[in-house]
């Protein structure tokens, strides 16, 4: 077997048998980092042991074709109901890894196959699409509330509480042993009485586009210059990385 063909083997293994896909259950970036993984050095290395074995000539309407089936799939995964939906489900989670593989493939054997200006042209926008993708998740911004008592918290019920405060507020809610494993990823204290109440953490969590927590804002610091302070570290992109320890303030 060609050298190319094992080595893409073994960047496939460590990406998916590796720690990437628990990862990506509760933060954006290794999931990130296993869908470069996959096209940008598995799916070449598999396009290049197949070229050199299989040779075939490929038109600028094919090499089209193959950018626009390759950009499809990958704004496709990245709509939030398919990204979530990978994220809480190894079924969707092992679809989507072999689409991105299926599709770098694609792209990655047209490339080879092509003219010298032709395969650039494909690799240059299939790359700036990616990275223009990128921006708009690394810029994008918006406010999640998610309960921490999902059972009670419906989304009815999610919905009509905050419609008082604010249009611009989402609402989020998950499966109760879901949610259990988003407290302890982001270390929210939350314990039931016997009589149905929940002392729980009462923080904003200040995340940005890639799932990493960056700081909290605690309920004695709201309103105040210190949490005027941390939201200006997040947006100029100055936070101080992810915070392991848990600072619950019930």
Known sequence: MPWHLLCSFAILALLWLGPLPALSRTAFSPSMIAHLGVVALAAPLIAYGIFRMVRSSITGALALCAMAIDMAVVLAWHVPYFHDWATTDWRAYVV????????GFIVWYTAFNS??????ATLFLIFMHMTLLGSFLAVSSRTFYDPVDPEHDTPSR?????????????GLTEKPKDMLNILGAYGIYRKRHADGGIDHSAVALLIDAHGILHDRIKESELGSSTALSKLHRLIGGLGH??????????
């Open 158 to 170: 999610l919905r009509t509480y905050l419609e008082q405060f604010s249009p611009k507020l989402v």
């Open 241 to 250: 990385g992810v915070m392991k320890e848990n600072e619950g303030s019930s």
């Open 115 to 120: 003219a010298p200006l032709l395969g650039a």
């Open 96 to 103: 989507e890894q072999i689409s991105f593989l299926a599709v």
